[in-house]
């Protein structure tokens, strides 16, 4: 599976529009392109995936470059519950694939 | 209505002792993982059955040894605990659908202490 590249931390305040990128640079034409979060103390949280496409869910949205080397994950209005370790993950999907979670980005909303 | 549930929540054990950590989901899924979250927070993969069969293994010792009675259950079973064991043990399933790509549910995790 390609590699990402996320920053270390971001921060965004309360209401305003939180913009994560992400690199995947090596990203090869059937892997899709996923993204997790992590709230402390909790299990992963499905955020939302694509392959080409932008994509929008009740969640968040997924911007995809044409080149698909690069995304960022938007939550349009970020809330204080926001708070996490957001990860970017490159896979191929299907059935029984894996995910190999990276370091992440720790999102903070600020009050 | 838990979708994916593992318990004990906490697990805390003598160094050399054996356990084990349930995990059942009621969501139908074909397909169930578990994961390893270290002190680093780094999290890595490793089980994955399918219908109870084995099918990512990803060089675990053989001291881990998943069991799945039905597709709704994956129990990890540890041997001789060692205190590099120590970690969160997150479970998670997806359905097994090769039309399209099915997102991974996680439990809240196992959060296992080797004294």
């Known amino acids: 599976d390609a590699k990402t590249t996320q920053p270390p931390s971001m921060d965004c305040a309360e209401g305003r529009a939180a913009n994560l990128p992400c690199n995947h640079s090596?990203?090869?034409?059937?892997?899709?392109v996923y993204w997790y979060r992590q709230i402390h103390s909790q299990g992963p949280q499905y955020i939302i995936h694509?392959?080409?496409n932008n994509e929008t869910n009740e969640m968040a949205s997924l911007i995809i470059t044409e080149d698909r080397k690069s995304s960022t994950l938007i939550l349009p209005h970020a809330t204080l519950r926001d708070t996490a370790v957001y990860y970017c993950?490159?896979?191929?999907?299907?059935?029984?694939?894996?995910?190999?979670f990276g370091k992440g980005t720790l999102l903070t909303v600020n009050p | 209505d838990t979708a994916v549930s593992q318990t004990p929540k906490y697990l805390v054990t003598q160094m050399g002792n054996d356990k084990s950590i349930k995990c059942e989901q009621n969501?139908?899924?074909?397909?169930m993982y578990w994961y390893k979250q270290d002190s680093k927070k780094f999290l890595k993969i490793m089980f994955s059955y399918n219908n109870k069969e084995l099918i990512i293994n990803e060089t675990v010792p053989n001291r881990f040894s998943p069991k799945s009675p039905d597709k709704a259950h994956l129990n990890l079973h540890i041997n001789s605990l060692e205190l590099g064991d120590s970690a969160v043990y997150f479970c998670?399933?997806?359905?097994?659908?090769?039309?399209?790509?099915?997102?991974?549910?996680f439990g809240d995790g196992t959060r296992l202490s080797i004294l």
């Open positions: 969501l139908g899924h074909d397909t």
């Open positions: 993950i490159v896979s191929s999907g299907g059935s029984n694939y894996k995910l190999t």
């Open positions: 998670a399933s997806s359905q097994d659908r090769t039309d399209s790509n099915q997102p991974q549910h």
């Open positions: 694509g392959l080409k």
């Open positions: 090596t990203i090869s034409g059937n892997e899709y």
